[in-house]
């Protein structure tokens, strides 16, 4: 039972939390108002057994007095005005007796019936009570009590049924079961607004955070209750703090820079004024390497800053419309034909400048490989971890193998040494999808050459632009 109490409360947790506070308040209500109806039920049930043994106690006296006002108790004066007394088998019998048990009077409805009288001593008022079933099965209450009526003593006993009080009771409990059911529904789906309208300052926080993550906005402004007020402010300061380490970071990133770069040049140009000394050159090899190295981490440094950045998007159909047409100038030789985007596409979830370097990187090394023609394509696709934007550049060069392609995004690796270009490009594309948390793949085109897809996180689309009007930029 606790296991399962346990993993109740852990899928509440996990889920929504307006489902959550729904369906408990649902099983509360439920238990809540099914036990108000039995307890109701049971008061209802006292009450009309109290009323019961009122009036059973209310005919003893009619009887009582009934026969003091008469000669004998075998009297036909003495009777109860309730036909119920009429009707045989009915529950209601009344019979009065004397001390020895003999039968001296008795209801129509008792003819034929034999009820003993009750065990038992008389309490303190000469009555004594018993639930008890008659011949026809019906379960009545038995009160008796013993009188003296002109000086002769007299056990007198009236009955009446339970079975009208459990049927009556049966019906109140089904009646009282409908409307608490209906109650039950009502107040659940009260529960139901009411926990939306309670959450809807999370959903407007959650939007604010989410426009902030798409570069809509650069902090939450919203105006929250005091529950997620002190969280507002919390985030904001994070924004906050998140930007000026970046800042600093960049700061200190080119205080390094400018800080390396004189004592480097001093070196090579010492090195460079005594050539013939070994070690002039072991200076100039190494302070070359450190140049590289220097740049290398400077660069991932600056790129890691810059996509850290959060509150940046950028139109990829633009950019790659903008790379298009540069390198159709830098090629023209080259054909590059760019499918046409639907008008749904969403936006890269990043800085623009970081699009161009990855895209135009690609785009490059296709000039360069292919013979004649190249094809761009822009896709948007949503896998589990949200949206993404699907960039697709294929040309019908030589293309790669898969040992090549592994190999050729390694840093610096070059497969032919005759094509101009450092061998970084690739690297530098792999090190800012790495960033971004995208993928690059290299593929065999159906043009014949090499594919490139390149799958970057998608912000929403910031606005409005048609194909026919990028293209008159």
Same mark, same amino acid.
């Given at each position: ?67 003091? $006002? ?95 009080? $459990? ?7 089904g009646q009282t079961l409908i409307v608490l059911g209906a109650v039950a529904m009502a107040l659940a789906v009260m529960s139901a607004i ?44 994070? $924004? ?234």
């Open positions: 039972m606790l296991t399962l109490v346990r993993k109740l409360v852990e899928r509440f947790q996990r889920g929504s939390i307006a489902t959550s506070l729904f369906l408990l308040s649902a099983v509360w209500l439920v238990v809540a108002l099914v036990a108000t109806a039995f307890l109701l039920s049971e008061l209802y049930s006292r009450a009309l057994d109290t009323s019961l043994t009122e009036t059973l106690e209310f005919h003893i006296e009619t009887l009582t007095d009934l026969t003091l $006002l008469s000669d004998t108790p075998k009297s036909e004066d003495i009777k109860v005005a309730d036909p119920r007394f009429d009707r045989t088998g009915s529950g209601w019998y009344w019979a009065i007796r004397n001390d020895a048990g003999e039968l001296l009077n008795f209801s129509t409805s008792y003819v034929g019936m034999v009820l003993a009288p009750l065990p038992g001593a008389f309490d303190a008022t000469n009555t004594k009570t018993a639930i008890i079933s008659d011949p026809f099965g019906i379960k009545i209450r038995v009160i008796e009590r013993e009188v003296t009526v002109n000086d002769v003593p007299l056990h007198i006993m009236v009955t009446g049924s339970l079975d009208e009080i $459990l049927e009556l009771v049966d019906q109140f409990r009411v926990a939306r309208l309670a959450l809807r300052p999370l959903q407007r926080l959650r939007k604010e955070v989410e426009q902030v993550r798409e570069g809509e906005a650069q902090a939450l402004t919203g105006a929250y209750p005091k529950e997620l007020a002190p969280l507002s402010v919390e985030i904001n300061e994070l $924004l906050r703090s998140n930007t000026q380490v970046i800042e600093r970071a960049r700061n200190q990133v080119g205080n390094l820079a400018h800080g390396l770069k004189t004592p480097l040049a001093v070196l090579r140009n010492e090195a460079g004024a005594d050539r013939k000394n070994p070690l002039a050159s072991v200076v100039n090899s190494e302070t070359d390497k450190m140049t590289q190295l220097v740049t290398t981490y400077l660069d991932r440094a600056r790129i890691a800053a810059r996509s850290a950045v959060v509150g940046k998007k950028a139109d990829a159909t633009h950019v790659m419309l903008r790379l298009t047409r540069v390198m159709q100038k830098l090629h023209p030789n080259v054909t590059i034909a760019m499918v046409r985007p639907d008008a749904s596409l969403p936006w890269f979830r990043g800085d623009e400048s970081d699009l161009e370097e990855m895209a135009g990187n690609l785009l490059d090394n296709a000039c360069k490989w292919t013979k004649t023609s190249i094809g761009v394509t822009l896709l948007a696709e949503r896998d589990a971890a949200g949206a993404k934007l699907l960039i697709k550049i294929e040309d019908d060069g030589p293309g790669l193998t898969e040992d090549e392609a592994q190999k050729v995004l390694r840093r610096g690796v070059r497969l032919d040494e005759k094509t101009p270009g450092s061998g970084l490009g690739l690297d530098i594309v792999k090190e800012l999808v790495d960033v971004y948390g995208g993928s690059l793949q290299l593929k065999r085109s159906v043009l014949g050459g090499l594919l490139c897809e390149l799958r970057l996180p998608a912000a929403k689309v910031g606005g409005l632009r048609t194909f026919a009007s990028m293209r008159k930029e």
